[in-house]
């Protein structure tokens, strides 16, 4: 009992330490995507040219941290008329890219992993470009959209398919700060919890245990620990396979990095196993019924050589210019509760969550909030206008 109790404890430290981090996280996200319609994504990634990848990466960055609405809504950006490789850009940088990752990073592990994600994240983005131009046949894309447009279900199809931007016109700051901005800001960041807080959830609990648990010798051998070249050279290529066989995705997954980090993975290896949350067994079933079986082995192959390539060129890059951190930078907290600049920022912040919940309750939200899961094409268009 006093093991369990242990790792629920630094469940919940972990969890308070974050807290602040991703409700800023999802409010900017929810203010973009409250005043960018889903319609003009489409209409800006209809082929794979740098620049068009570049604003993909731009966009996705902006849109949703939840790995089953990422994979679903580039599903649906396909199936409108997105180029595919475009689409698997806006993907990753859904999930890879978005603020609240990069500020839990700095929280838990320190800056220069906050600095590897947004360097690392393009890397693996151009590194599946070109692999996507050199060996995705056209027979193979034939098939993934046809697979696609079959509108088989996978997970949070509703929230995906619906536009819940703002409908009236003017200036950003005039279709912001309406009532109808207040409402479509609150039902993207309700929405984005919801979609967000099971694998946050397990993430933590999954931290934890292993935090409390699993003896650091155990992951010292396991990563070269002491060995720094072939801890270097096997950090990135096993990174991936631990994110796949965890089943923890989106920013659920930084919780166990600390643990890994700690104990010893290469630099290149955390950056390689946050940036295979899209390839974990239950998101690899969904390509299979969005794409079929053949391009689902393809994506896994595809996206795990090219998150390889971004631990790679992190650790390489980052080693040169003496951007390393030790290891004792990434605490593990156990803590709890203190009275600190956390705990204040997370009463601040928990208030303008508090006020997004309320507004969210009494307009309707409730309603769309029974409908996250719902069939590809169930929701779209859907949207809100009340002011």
Not at 68 to 77: E, G, M, N, Q, T
Not at 189 to 205: N, P, R, S, T, Y
Not at 235 to 243: K, Y
Not at 299 to 320: K, P
Request: aromatic share 10%.
């Amino acid at each position: 009992m006093s093991a369990i109790v242990h790792a629920l404890s630094i469940t919940g430290s972990m969890a308070w330490e974050i807290a602040w981090a991703l409700v800023l996280g999802f409010a900017l996200s929810a203010v973009v995507q409250a005043v960018v319609r889903k319609g003009t994504v489409v209409r800006l990634l209809g082929d794979a040219r740098p620049r068009t990848l570049a604003l993909a990466s731009l966009l996705g960055a902006a849109s949703s941290s939840c790995s089953y609405a990422a994979v679903a809504l580039a599903r649906s950006l396909f199936r409108k008329g997105a180029d595919f490789t475009a689409a698997m850009a806006f993907e990753i940088a859904s999930t890879n890219l978005v603020v609240e990752l990069g500020v839990i990073l700095a929280l838990l592990m320190g800056w220069q992993f906050t600095l590897a994600e947004f360097t690392g994240g393009p890397v693996m983005i151009a590194v599946l470009a070109v692999v996507f131009r050199l060996l995705l046949r056209p027979g193979l894309l034939r098939a993934a959209r046809e697979q696609a447009e079959r509108g088989v279900a996978g997970s949070m199809e509703g929230h995906a398919a619906m536009d819940m931007s703002v409908r009236r016109e003017g200036s950003f700051a005039r279709r912001l700060f309406s009532g109808e901005g207040f409402t479509s800001v609150a039902h993207v960041f309700v929405m984005e919890w919801a979609a967000i807080l099971k694998d946050l959830v397990l993430g933590l609990l999954v931290a934890g245990a292993i935090a409390a648990w699993v003896p650091d010798a155990f992951w010292r051998a396991f990563f070269f620990d002491g060995h720094p070249l072939a801890a270097k050279v096997w950090g990135p290529l096993i990174g991936p396979v631990v994110a796949v066989v965890s089943f923890v995705c989106s920013i659920g997954n930084v919780p166990l990095a600390v643990v890994l980090w700690r104990g010893g993975i290469s630099f290149g290896g955390v950056v390689a196993f946050i940036f295979a949350d899209l390839l974990i067994v239950p998101i690899l079933t969904i390509y299979r019924k969005y794409y079929g079986a053949r391009m689902a082995a393809f994506l896994l192959a595809s996206f795990y050589a090219a998150a390889v390539a971004a631990g790679y060129v992190v650790e390489v890059v980052f080693g040169a210019a003496g951007l390393v951190p030790g290891r004792t930078g990434a605490a593990v907290p156990v803590s709890g509760v203190r009275w600190n600049y956390t705990t204040w920022l997370n009463i601040a912040f928990l208030l303008v969550a508090a006020a997004l919940v309320v507004r969210f309750l009494r307009t309707g939200g409730p309603a769309m909030l029974r409908m996250m899961g719902g069939a590809p094409t169930d929701h779209e268009g859907t949207g809100h206008h009340t002011g």
